[in-house]
């Protein structure tokens, strides 16, 4: 750990701020990280003595595991706090957990907020270092990176690749994240849903828009297949979950009609039988596990990377401790 | 015999297209009596307006202040006199407060407490529906009694066409036009900022810009079927404003209101989420606001409204999703307007001058806006030279979320006169007995 050389800055909040550079120095970092999964002792004293807040205000489940075994596997010391059970459900407003939090001196606070800008509103009051985990249909920017991590494993190379989300990016978090990241990287990004589903003016952010799955699959070389909340349904975005699937559902026989096959993405938790079909979410083109395992490694690098780890020491890093 | 002697200001009296230079104006007993060069001051008070622009007072036909209910944002008082402050010498107060308006006698409270608060004079208006629920018209003629200068659902647009039809009919026996926000509710709800690339970018719920066109687009009809007198609250679109422009061109009684954030501003402010921009209706795209612009240079839009809407720091400070929307207007609309609109060469200032006092006093009938004799002494004066620097802390409104904080100005209120007192001037609070209240008639 050297100096406060932070390729990041303090936070991370989401991709749209970063440089490709940046992009690419977090993608890189978390290449080292991979192999750490796969030893028998999976930890690494970088964050040794630094304290962590996982501040959720959302339920979350993989997110929230995937950023603790990061920080353990990097020896923080962590604390999770829940929206059930803390005072953030008696009504404590988040500024006031904000000066809590850095009256305890925390140095990092992963946050997920059903607001759209809470993050940013965070890290505006704190000095530590803020990872947002999730901020309303805002940005998701572990995951976007986690994606596009996922990618370059199977590619290569993002330049000119085509890479199309599908289904609910109105409300998707994941979208935004996936959107910024891979057209700064040079990819080509289309979007398909149904319109109701698809915010107003989509095209300015540099996508290509798709009114059909079947001409979105032609096109695409990979797909990241969005959850649809079963709420859309009961807002009256989409008429019916049977129809959903039958028209905007990722199905192999839909699959089977494209010229190449495609690869599979799924930020999940999926809903089998909506979105996605079963046996493409466990066919052989899926890299959905491989995108978890991506996860704690991207986790890893972007906690890595804000308490001021230089990019080049993280090699050191992982041969510092080996067995 | 109270007299004062105005000297030696330009006068601009957009009511009449007055402008002269090295002017005067006497005030006898609260009124304006004439309007001259070289007038005899005889006894009367001088006050010295040199290199100044006298003019008659600003009336705010929108502004909220918060009390009963809401002290900790706002009172009457320090409503009335931040108005003041801000060269107004009317407000409307909107009804929103807690409880609702909506009987003769909360409007008899805010009529009171407005003259003791001898700042601007405060006019109350009063709810169209009981509790603004939309539900049944309240008691247009006992409220009109009690000093109402016209009904409306403060910031809710009335969900029902048949209710609206009915308030506008009825309405027309007690001569106070309806106010109305023109929005399709049902569209524009859970939207926390204008539907658009912005709100895409940054996962906010939109409000479309159609939602406004729908509402404005009933309001103009029920008012020309009914022959009712609208007044169309916050344009805030293109597209409703061209509404507005043909509905006149028809002969439609409707007056038509704008803010000078909405008329300088655009929702690209937006991206870093600051709740300081934070308003309903959100601001619109930069064509939105420059069509808002030439609708306000043309006449179909008829006045400026600050929609004053003080908000406890607190509330503010929150996440976007969480802060309320509103921010406060009295104490630097003329100057953001001057510096803008009038500076920036897109306005005359006798059009500027006019839209803040003439158009809305006219727009909801209440005396003022002009320095005619016999008008009341309500009187403005500007040092349009003086450059100056926003700044919320200095503000005499309790509010302080304000989108211009730290913005340079150019020109300036420097004094203010109801009735013919001086109810504030710069660089001293003066606490001086004025009449405060309504024009007596």
Redo the contacts between chains.
Sequence with gaps: MTGSTAALGKDLIGL?PLSPDQIRIVLDTAEPFKEITERRIKKLPVLRGKTIVNLFFEPSTRTRISFEFAEKRLSADTVNIGAAGSSVSKGE???DTARNLEAMSIDMVVIR??????A??LAARIPSNVINAG?????HPTQGLLDILTLRDHFGSLEGLRVCIVGDVLHS?VA?SNIYGLVKLGAKVGVCGPRTLL????E??GVRVFAQVDDAVRWADALNVLRLQLERMEDGFVPSLREYNRVFGITSQRLERAPKELLIMHPGPMNRGVEIDSDVADGPHSVILQQVTNGVAVRMAVLYLLAGGAPHLAEAARDWTGT | MSRVLIRGGRVIDPATGHDADDCDVLVVDGRIDAVGRGLDAGDADPVDAGGLIVAPGFVDPHAHLCEPGWEHRETIRTGALAAAAGGYTAVCAMPDTDPVVDDPASVGFIVAEGRRARGARVYPTAALSAGCRGERLTEFGEIVDAGAVAVCDAGKAVGSSSLMRLALQYARSFGVPVLSQGEDRELARNGVMHEGVISTRLGLRGKPAVAEEIGVARDLALARATGGRLHLQRVSTGAAAELIRAAKAAGVQVTAEATPHHLLLSHNLLAGYGTEYKVDPPLRTARDVELLGAALADGTIDCIATDHAPRHYDEKEQAFDDAPHGVVGLETAFAVLHTRLVRGSLLPLQDLLHRMSTGPARALGLPGGSLEPGQPADIVLIDAEMAWTVAAGDFVSKGRSTPFEGACMEGRVVRTLVGGTTAWSLGRATRAPGPGGPVET
């Design positions: 749209e407003t988040l500024v907020h059903w607001s759209a800008g809470a940013s509103f901020d309303g249909a805002h940005e978090r935004r915010p107003a003016s989509i300015q952010l």
